[in-house]
C-alpha cells in the first residue's frame, strides 16, 4: 500500500509506527511543516519525510491526515487539484464531518472517517470508521489496514464524537486509572516501577478477560469479591467517593467540549 500521513505529530507518528512495525506499507510519506521533529523515521526502507504535501499526495493512494481541525481545510483545498479517483482519503480530524470535507474537495472522493488512538504504534488501536456514500466501496481497506493495527468497527457518523471520546481520548483516561492504581501501590510499599508493572498487568489481564470470554465485567467481580472480603470492602469506598459517577461525567464533559469546538 502507497500511503502518506499528512501531519506526523502524535497521533501521526503513532499511525507510522504501527504501520512500520506491521509491514503494511509499500511506501509511506510522512509530511509536516518542520520535519526535523520526525528525524527518528529517518534510514527506514520506503519512508519519504517532507514537508511537501503534495509530493506525498502525487505518490500514495491512501492519504491519512492527522493535522490538527483547524489545518485541514486549507490543507484540503491545496491538494484538490491533485486527487484522483482512485484515492482514499482517511481523516482522523476530531469534529470535521464528512460534508465539510466534501464541500472542499466534491462528492466524489472517497472518503473515510477514522478514530484511531495512539495505541496503534503497538497495534493495539481501537478504531471507529465511518465514511461517505463513494467511501463505501473503500471501507474495507480501511478495515484492513486498522484491524492489522488493532481492531476496528464502523458506526454511524453521528456517534464519531462519542467514539473519540471513548477511544481516543480513552487512552488518557485509563493512563490516569493506572497512574492513580501505581501511587496506591507505592503508598502500600511497592517501589514505583514495580508498583506500576502491577498496575499495568492487572490492567491488561482485567481487559483480557472481558476480550476473550465476553462476560459483563459484574461477572468478573464477583468471581473475586469474597463476601465480608477485601475486595467488596475497597470496591464499596470507592463507589462511596464516586469512582463510576466521576468517570462518567468526565467522559460527558469530554464529549461535550468536541461539541463546543465543533460549533466554533
Ligand atoms: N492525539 C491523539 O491521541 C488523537 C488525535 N486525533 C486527531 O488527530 C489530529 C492530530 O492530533 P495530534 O497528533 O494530537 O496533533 P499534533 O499537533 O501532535 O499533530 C498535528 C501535526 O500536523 C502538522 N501540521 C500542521 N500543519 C501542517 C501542514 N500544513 N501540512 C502537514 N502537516 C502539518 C504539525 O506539525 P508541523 O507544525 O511541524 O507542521 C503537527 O505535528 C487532530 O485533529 C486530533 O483531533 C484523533 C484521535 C487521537
Ligand atoms: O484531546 C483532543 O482533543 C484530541 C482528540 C482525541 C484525542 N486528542
Redesign the pocket.
Known sequence: MKIAI???????KSIAKGLITTNAITTLYL????VD?IKDFEGYKNIVLT?D?AEAVKNSDILIF????A?LE??LINIKPLLHDNHVLIS???GFSISRMENIIGEDKFVIRA????AISVGKSMTCLCSNEKGKGRIKIAEAIFNRLGTSIEIPEDKMQAA?VIC?SG?AFWMRLIRATTQGAIQLGFEAKEAQELAMHTCYGAASLLIQSGNHPEQEIDRVTTPMGCTIEGLNEMEHQGLSSSLIKGLITSFEKINQIKKN
Open positions: 499528512i501531519g506526523a505529530g502524535n497521533l501521526g509530511t509536516r511543516r518542520n521533529s514537508s504535501n492527522a493535522v490538527q481541525p489545518h486549507k490543507i482522523t480530524i476530531t478514530m484511531p488512538n495512539t473519540t481516543a487512552i
